[in-house]
């Protein structure tokens, strides 16, 4: 069974330009999240979607970024326009849609987004 | 306030011998979920190990196991007979709420595990 897949794993752009992040999550998970690490800090939430709906966009930290999750199946995370500090590593996990606490993410290996 | 300390960046550790990597939490909800993650170089996140709030007993997974401190808000993974493979970074996370509403992980900032020969 294949695990959760992202692409591209690494991106160099330039400030002012578009990147797109695109998650397939394991077949058959409803959560799907996406989460960033800037360097040496913690993995922080970013949102939540359940199916193709947004759940949890409270980490969303501001209207450059767009998700989206058409058709419930893969996601794609939009940064238009990209500043110098949306670089990090962009993660995306999904999991089974039991809503309960010992619910278990499956990680991708990331993106790696350097903007220049 | 951040809701979950690694207050150790990097460790070492020899082959073979047991490690104890740190985690404390802070949450006032009554339930919730702790977890711990493994990063290798190749970057995929790797569940490791649980543990609920409401478990009497500490999770054990093969080589590792978890030290669940509740008074003390603790959560500490210890890994036995430590492995070169083992050598990876380190992540602790919670999830608030029992059900319905449990979805986003918190993460704290992680601890690099070197094993040595």
């Known amino acids: 069974e294949a695990g959760v897949t992202q692409f591209p794993s690494h991106s160099v752009i330039e400030k002012g330009q578009t990147v797109t992040l695109r998650c397939d999550p394991i077949s058959g998970h409803d959560n799907l999240y996406w989460y960033r690490r800037v360097m040496g800090k913690e993995i922080k939430f970013l949102l939540h979607?359940?199916?193709?709906?947004?759940?949890?966009e409270s980490g969303m930290p501001n209207n450059r970024f767009l998700a989206e999750r058409t058709g419930g199946t893969y996601s794609t995370l939009k940064v238009q326009p990209a500043e110098l500090e949306d670089s990090g590593v962009y993660f995306c996990?999904?999991?089974?849609?039991?809503?309960?606490?010992?619910?278990?993410?499956?990680f991708g290996s990331g993106t790696q987004l350097s903007v220049l | 306030a951040q809701k979950i300390t690694q207050t150790q960046p990097g460790m070492f550790v020899q082959e073979k011998e047991a490690v104890t990597l740190d985690c404390t939490y802070d949450?006032?909800?009554?339930?919730?979920?702790l977890f711990w993650y493994k990063q290798p170089s190749s970057g995929e996140m790797i569940f490791l190990i649980y543990q609920g709030s409401y478990d009497q007993q500490n999770a054990t997974e093969g080589r590792y196991s978890l030290n669940f401190q509740k008074a003390r808000k603790s959560a500490n993974l210890v890994i036995s007979a430590s492995q070169l493979g083992d050598s990876a970074m380190y992540f602790c996370?919670?999830?608030?709420?029992?059900?319905?509403?449990?979805?986003?992980?918190?993460f704290g900032t992680g601890t690099r595990l070197q094993v040595t020969l």
């Open positions: 979607f359940v199916k193709e709906s947004k759940q949890d």
């Open positions: 996990a999904s999991s089974l849609s039991t809503g309960i606490t010992n619910e278990k993410l499956f």
């Open positions: 996370a919670m999830r608030e709420g029992l059900t319905g509403t449990a979805s986003k992980l918190t």
């Open positions: 949450t006032s909800d009554p339930s919730y979920g």
